[in-house]
């Protein structure tokens, strides 16, 4: 089974590049944040979720961790998963880590889009844009879902490195380019 942590910053692409590398390598693209918006709007959870992300802060380990969980359920027969918003903290990691060794399986790589921050924040306006995402239009909002990324996600990379499991990939270029960095990069290790 082949198990993917597609990590980086707000607007570095995972999203983007997560649909095309699952449709490649025939994994499930589990995203936390499409599962989150997908809750039913009116169910405490989506509104406790929605409370969070709407300041650009992280929905709590505990609540994501379960919802991770029961959305793998989902594919029991998968032949590998896309993680593409998880985990963002190492706690999560490391609930990660337990729940795929109870499944006899493990992380197969953690791919990280490499982004400069001045190009993070052109991209989130532009998908403001096009997706109609307002919590991508207001710039104290970007600036604090990077502030929140660099405290409590970036910490993640160390989790991965002392594992061997973390690889960089360049993420800036147009998205052809940057897709075929990543086909690259699994390619080798998976």
Avoid: C, W
Wanted: no cysteine; charged share 25%.
């Amino acid at each position: 089974m082949i198990n993917i942590v597609i990590f980086g910053p707000p607007g570095a692409g995972k999203g983007t590049q997560s649909e095309r590398l699952k449709d490649k390598f025939g994994l499930v693209h589990i995203s936390t944040g499409d599962v989150f918006r997908g809750l039913d709007p009116t169910s405490e959870l989506a509104k406790l979720a929605k409370s969070y992300s709407e300041k650009g802060n992280l929905v709590p380990d505990e609540i994501t961790i379960s919802i991770l969980e029961s959305e793998v359920a989902k594919h029991p027969n998968a032949r590998g998963v896309i993680y593409d918003g998880f985990p963002r903290t190492t706690t999560q990691a490391e609930a990660l880590d337990s729940f795929l060794s109870k499944k006899n399986s493990a992380i197969t790589m953690a791919l990280a889009l490499e982004v400069e921050e001045d190009e993070l924040r052109v991209r989130l306006k532009n998908r403001a844009l096009d997706s109609g995402r307002p919590d991508d239009a207001d710039p104290s909002i970007i600036q604090n879902r990077i502030d929140v990324y660099n405290a409590q996600t970036a910490p993640v990379a160390a989790f991965y490195k002392a594992q061997g499991k973390y690889v960089g990939v360049n993420g800036i270029g147009n998205k052809e380019d940057i897709y075929n960095r990543l086909v690259e990069a699994i390619e080798k290790k998976a």
